[in-house]
């Protein structure tokens, strides 16, 4: 079973910083497109950022964002680690959200960033951002 746990939330001011990070258990993430997803209370998940997999070919480790986090959030992988961070700068009160990070078995999927494509989900980790 594909297992992913999710950590690193918490409680930050507007302007703060937090990084997410997604590990996996007894599987490699090398081989999997990753995508975190956030639900913010009353509303449906919402793709964040992606990261691609399959090492070696032309479109290994490409990024995509949503526009609300572009210049702010960035995506990155630690195959040594075998875990994918997301880094969050400049956070906004809108940010808050449960945060969760999925697998995706096509890299066409880290172009759309539909929730409904990715599995495997985690349990997720909560990111609050107030004064």
């Known amino acids: 079973q594909l297992q992913l746990v999710e950590s690193g939330g918490g409680l930050v001011q507007p302007g703060g910083s937090l990084r997410l990070s997604c590990a996996a258990s007894?599987?490699?993430?090398?081989?999997?497109?990753i995508g975190w997803f956030r639900q913010a209370p009353g509303k449906e998940h919402e793709g964040v950022s992606c990261?691609?997999?399959?090492?070696?070919?032309?479109?290994?480790?490409?990024?995509n964002y949503a526009d609300s986090v572009k210049g702010r959030f960035t995506i990155s992988r630690d195959s040594a680690k075998n875990t994918v961070y997301l880094q969050m700068n400049s956070l906004k009160p809108e940010d808050t959200a449960v945060y969760y990070c999925?697998?995706?078995?096509?890299?066409?999927?880290?172009?759309?960033?539909?929730?409904?494509?990715?599995?495997?989900w985690g349990q997720g980790t909560q990111v609050t951002v107030s004064s």
């Open positions: 990261i691609t997999s399959n090492p070696g070919s032309t479109y290994y480790g490409n990024t």
């Open positions: 999925a697998l995706g078995a096509v890299q066409a999927m880290c172009v759309t960033m539909k929730p409904t494509d990715f599995g495997s």
């Open positions: 007894g599987f490699s993430l090398e081989y999997y497109n």
